[in-house]
């Protein structure tokens, strides 16, 4: 497993990365087959230490977790305790739906457009309807089948996630809804 272990604003010693890389190696090991990368980053906000661990699979699913406490050794404990919580809770689920996936998920490419909000145009001048881009990014599109995209968005803190749909191609979004459910987006569904 590759680690990328780090630090905003504060010096991250080589004595705390090592043990970042033996405890998280453990839970990981415990609980999920075929991790490819652990993201962790340490910062500190006012008198507490933070801790953020974002954990990659090769099925596609993405564990995070993040801790606070006022010693960074504590955060970094917090943290691992919520992973290994997550991981523990999702076990039974990860090993069924991904036990019949030989092959790591496929991402395909999607471009991301940040659109700056327009005025209203005065009079019917149509010429003033096109919006002006901002900013434009690519971003990663997982191939995940319904159960497996519900899976991985609960267990991140996302709100959505935009997905192509092994099961008919189409680019499928699943989100979470204010009344605590999963709804699910299939505009090849809509007739």
């Known amino acids: 497993m590759r680690y990328q272990i780090s630090g905003k604003q504060i010096d991250i010693g080589e004595a705390l990365q090592t043990h ?4 998280l190696g453990e839970v990981v090991e415990k609980y999920a087959q075929r991790p490819t990368e652990a993201i962790v980053v340490f910062s ?33 404990e917090s943290c691992r305790e919520k992973m290994d919580k997550q991981l523990r809770r999702y076990k039974r689920r990860i090993r069924n739906h991904h036990s019949a996936r ?15 909000p327009s005025e209203e145009p005065e009079d019917d001048d149509v010429s003033d309807l096109q919006p002006i881009i901002i900013a434009e990014m ?24 935009v997905f192509r749909n092994e099961g008919n191609a189409g680019v499928n979004v699943v989100y979470r809804r204010d009344d605590g459910n999963i709804g699910w987006i299939d505009p090849r569904n809509s007739k």
Do not use: N, R, W
């Not at 090769?58 to 564990?63: E, K, V």
């Not at 030989?102 to 700056?116: N, T, W």
């Not at 599109?141 to 609960?154: D, K, R, S």
């Open 44 to 76: 500190k906000s006012a008198h507490e230490h933070v801790c953020e661990a974002v954990i990659h699979l090769s099925t596609g699913l993405t564990a995070q977790a993040k801790g606070h406490a006022t010693e960074i050794y504590a955060a970094f």
């Open 138 to 161: 690519e971003t990663k599109v997982p191939h995940l089948t319904v159960g497996e995209a519900v899976m991985q968005l609960e267990l991140s803190s996302q709100k959505f996630l």
């Open 102 to 116: 030989p092959d790591p998920v496929e991402f395909g490419g999607a471009a991301s457009y940040i659109l700056a």
């Open 20 to 23: 970042v890389k033996a405890e």
